[in-house]
């Protein structure tokens, strides 16, 4: 190694005049001025390998709160599709509510009779190709409905006869119409819950909320 050193700096006390110093006893100072070469040049690339991680740490820092940040939001909307859902469930509930309660006012305002003129109709209505048939009633609609029959077929010019009988198990406005391929059995009362049924149906499943766990992240997972 090549260099310049003060040689006063160094601990050495000469006389005046010229002076060759022996290489035994410059020796230690070469291998000092090495090591400390050798020592800056280590710390220059530790320096440069911890501004590299830290740099990595940053990225990587910035890269996990990113999709954190998704993560939150997309629960976020979740949560915000659920509470949506609840309330459009809840107001769809209270519409089928009020259309059920209002077709049973309406029903409500006919009388038995009426009533059950209506379902003789849409019995025969079914039964179009019978030419006869047999009318099943309750008890205390037998009289006005033998006197009503004739002007029901009238509107269905295919039907002969139509025989109005009896039948204990009825109950106003019942009804049951028979010919020799079947039956239809008239039932207001079914017919409702059936109306019901149907619209209860139709309206709006709400799904059960997804649930995301807590401690999920981006990176989750195991560590070695």
Same mark, same amino acid.
């Given at each position: 190694?090549?260099?310049?050193?003060?040689?006063?700096?160094?601990?050495?006390?000469?006389?005046?005049?010229?002076?060759?110093?022996?290489?035994?006893?410059?020796?230690?100072?070469? !291998?000092? %001025?090495?090591?400390?070469?050798?020592?800056?040049? =280590?710390?220059? $690339?530790?320096? /440069?390998?911890? +501004?590299? @991680?830290?740099?990595?740490?940053?990225?990587?820092?910035?890269?996990?709160?990113?999709?954190?940040?998704?993560?939150?939001?997309?629960?976020?909307?979740?949560?915000?599709?659920?509470?949506?859902?609840?309330?459009?469930?809840?107001?769809?509930?209270?519409?089928?509510?009020?259309?059920?309660?209002?077709?049973?006012?309406?029903?409500?305002?006919?009388?038995?009779?009426?009533? !059950?003129? %209506?379902?003789?109709?849409?019995?025969?209505?079914? =039964?179009?190709? $019978?030419?006869? /048939?047999?009318? +099943?009633? @309750?008890?205390?609609?037998?009289?006005?409905?033998?006197?009503?029959?004739?002007?029901?077929?009238?509107?269905?010019?295919?039907?002969?006869?139509?025989?109005?009988?009896?039948?204990?198990?009825?109950?106003?406005?019942?009804?049951?119409?028979?010919?020799?391929?079947?039956?239809?059995?008239?039932?207001?009362?079914?017919?409702?819950?059936?109306?019901?049924?149907?619209?209860?149906?139709?309206?709006?499943?709400?799904?059960?909320?997804?649930?995301?766990?807590?401690?999920?992240?981006?990176?989750?997972?195991?560590?070695?």
């Amino acid at each position: 190694m090549v260099g310049y050193y003060r040689l006063r700096e160094l601990g050495f006390r000469l006389s005046a005049g010229a002076h060759v110093l022996p290489k035994s006893a410059f020796a230690p100072i070469e !291998a000092a %001025t090495d090591i400390l070469v050798e020592a800056d040049a =280590m710390a220059a $690339e530790t320096l /440069a390998q911890s +501004r590299g @991680a830290y740099e990595e740490e940053r990225r990587r820092g910035y890269e996990e709160g990113l999709a954190a940040a998704r993560l939150d939001a997309a629960e976020r909307l979740l949560r915000e599709n659920d509470a949506l859902d609840r309330s459009l469930a809840a107001l769809e509930g209270g519409i089928v509510d009020i259309v059920i309660e209002s077709v049973r006012r309406l029903v409500a305002e006919f009388d038995d009779r009426a009533k !059950a003129e %209506t379902l003789v109709r849409r019995a025969l209505k079914q =039964m179009r190709r $019978e030419k006869r /048939a047999e009318l +099943r009633v @309750a008890p205390s609609q037998f009289d006005e409905m033998r006197g009503a029959i004739d002007g029901i077929i009238e509107d269905f010019p295919e039907v002969d006869l139509v025989d109005v009988v009896e039948d204990a198990a009825l109950e106003a406005p019942q009804i049951i119409l028979e010919t020799s391929i079947g039956r239809v059995e008239g039932d207001l009362g079914a017919s409702l819950q059936a109306l019901e049924a149907a619209i209860r149906s139709a309206a709006t499943v709400v799904a059960e909320p997804v649930a995301i766990p807590s401690d999920a992240g981006p990176h989750g997972g195991a560590t070695g």
